[in-house]
């Protein structure tokens, strides 16, 4: 049997306002916090439309900025354990 920690699940919304999109990206994690990573793009006025590649760029900027969010996370909790550092982290079984 294999053990894996619980998933996250990320949301992403987009928004498109002419040559612009935004993204903005969701994660809410086992420890009950949430983050939200933002991000852009700007078409080039001789690029040809497409919405998807828009959505794209912003969705990955959002995420990057997730990313390094969660760095910063990891980086505060390693700097200032818990009460109880040996707690286990939230284990599920996977058959």
Not at 48 to 70: F, H, I, K, T, W
Request: charged content about 30%.
């Amino acid at each position: 049997m294999m053990r894996t920690l619980v998933g996250w699940h990320i949301e992403m919304e987009f928004a498109e306002d002419g040559d612009r999109t935004k993204a903005a990206a969701l994660v809410r994690l086992a420890d009950g916090s949430e983050l939200r990573g933002h991000g852009y793009s700007t078409r080039h006025h001789d690029d040809s439309p497409q919405l998807r590649v828009g959505e794209e760029v912003a969705g990955a900027r959002a995420l990057n900025d997730l990313a390094m969010q969660l760095l910063a996370k990891a980086h505060e909790e390693v700097a200032r354990p818990t009460a109880d550092p040996a707690a286990p982290l939230m284990w599920r079984d996977v058959t």
